[in-house]
C-alpha cells in the first residue's frame, strides 16, 4: 500500500506563501494522477487541486489563482504552492489520488494567522 509523506506546513500570516512537498514512493503510477486535499476543523476533507488530461490543472473557485499544483515525476514529489494565503485556508493538507486509492499520510498542517 502506498502511503504519501507531506511536508512543508506551517504558521503563515495572511497573505504569506507557503509551499508543500509531497513524496509519493513505492507507486507505480504517474505522480500526476496525484492532487492535493485539505481538511478544515468541523468540515469534510475537500480536493484543492488536481492534474488533469493534457498536463492541465483544476481547482476549486475557492483556491483558484492562489494555489498551484506541480509535479516532479524523477523525485516522485508533488508540490502545492500557495500564496495570498486566508485565515479559511488553515486546515491539515494531505496529497492523494483523486479519487483516493493510497492510505492517507499525516498531512501537514497549515495554519494562518496574525
Known amino acids: 500500500q502506498v502511503q504519501p509523506a507531506e511536508s512543508g506546513g506551517g504558521l503563515v500570516q495572511p497573505g504569506g506563501p507557503l509551499r508543500l512537498s509531497c513524496s509519493v514512493s513505492?507507486?507505480?503510477?504517474?505522480?500526476?494522477?496525484t492532487g492535493w486535499y485539505r481538511r478544515a476543523p468541523g468540515k469534510q476533507r475537500e480536493l484543492v487541486a488536481r492534474?488533469?488530461?493534457?498536463?492541465?490543472?483544476t481547482y476549486p473557485d475557492s483556491v483558484k489563482g492562489r494555489f498551484t499544483i506541480s509535479g516532479d515525476n524523477a523525485k516522485n514529489t508533488v508540490y502545492l504552492q500557495m500564496k495570498s494565503l486566508k485565515s479559511e485556508d488553515t486546515a491539515v493538507y494531505y496529497c492523494?489520488?483523486?479519487?483516493?486509492?493510497?492510505?492517507w499520510g499525516q498531512g501537514t498542517q497549515v495554519t494562518v494567522s496574525s
Open positions: 492523494n489520488t483523486d479519487p483516493p486509492r493510497y492510505l
Open positions: 513505492g507507486s507505480s503510477a504517474s505522480i500526476y494522477s
Open positions: 492534474f488533469s488530461r493534457g498536463g492541465m490543472t
